[in-house]
């Protein structure tokens, strides 16, 4: 099993930055796939951008370009580095733990992003 938790929201103005930051506790880091998902009010979790043991990465769409993952596996930590922020990023962020051979995921609580002048 592994552990997570979520640190670095908060309240930015549009154009800003955040870092948000997972510390991972409990288990072998570099088995799992690490990730950071999000969910808006009214609607349903969705793909930030995840990387793997080896530094490979995918992101949504929405946020490429902005938004950079990037992993410690000695820390056994993940961060995003989120930049040119727009209110339409305002979300609970979580951040993922995926078990590359069982499948299994494991969730952080999630921290709070608002994007607002």
């Known amino acids: 099993q592994v552990q997570l938790v979520e640190s670095g929201g908060g309240l930015v103005q549009p154009g800003g930055s955040l870092r948000l930051s997972c510390a991972a506790s409990?288990?072998?880091?570099?088995?799992?796939?690490m990730g950071w998902y999000r969910q808006a009010p009214g609607k349903q979790r969705e793909l930030v951008a995840t990387?793997?043991?080896?530094?490979?990465?995918n992101y949504a769409d929405s946020v490429k370009g902005r938004f950079t993952i990037s992993r410690d596996n000695a820390k056994k930590s993940v961060d995003v580095q989120m930049n040119s922020l727009k209110p339409e990023d305002t979300a609970v962020y979580y951040c993922n733990a995926h078990h590359v051979l069982s499948t299994k995921d494991y969730w952080g609580r999630g921290t709070q992003v608002t994007v607002s002048s």
């Open positions: 409990g288990s072998i880091f570099s088995i799992y796939r």
């Open positions: 990387i793997t043991s080896g530094g490979s990465t």
